[in-house]
Nanobody, 114 residues
Framework: QVQLVESGGGLVQPGGSLRLSCVAS????????MSWYRQAPGKERELVAR??????HYTDSVKGRFTISRDNAKNTVYLQLNSLKPEDTAVYYC?????????WGQGTQVTVSS
């Protein structure tokens, strides 16, 4: 059974940091690119960062603040969020595009507020 399980969200003050984790199961994790998306209230879901075997991609608004990484031995992809801003508040989702189609986790809430 294919599954993505996120954790690590929470409430943080502006300028703070969080580390999100996504544990994958049910497929050959190392063979697929992994992504983090986010969806803020009233907005469309947007791509935040993607990591392939060696190449990473970030949306402009998070470049220099967020870092995506993966540990293939642990079937886990991470998103380090630094210098957080109120506009980073959203539900963050882990994603994999598999032969069976788009696969999403349940999401983890990140709230940036003083």
């Amino acid at each position: 059974q294919v599954q993505l399980v996120e954790s690590g969200g929470g409430l943080v003050q502006p300028g703070g940091s969080l580390r999100l984790s996504c544990v994958a199961s049910g497929f050959r994790f190392s063979a697929y690119a992994m992504s983090w998306y986010r969806q803020a209230p009233g907005k469309e879901r947007e791509l935040v960062a993607r990591i392939g075997t060696t190449i990473t991609h970030y949306t402009d608004s998070v470049k220099g603040r967020f870092t995506i990484s993966r540990d293939n031995a642990k079937n886990t992809v991470y998103l380090q969020l630094n210098s957080l801003k109120p506009e980073d508040t959203a539900v963050y989702y882990c994603h994999a595009l598999l032969p069976t189609g788009d696969t999403w986790g349940q999401g983890t809430q990140v709230t940036v507020s003083s």
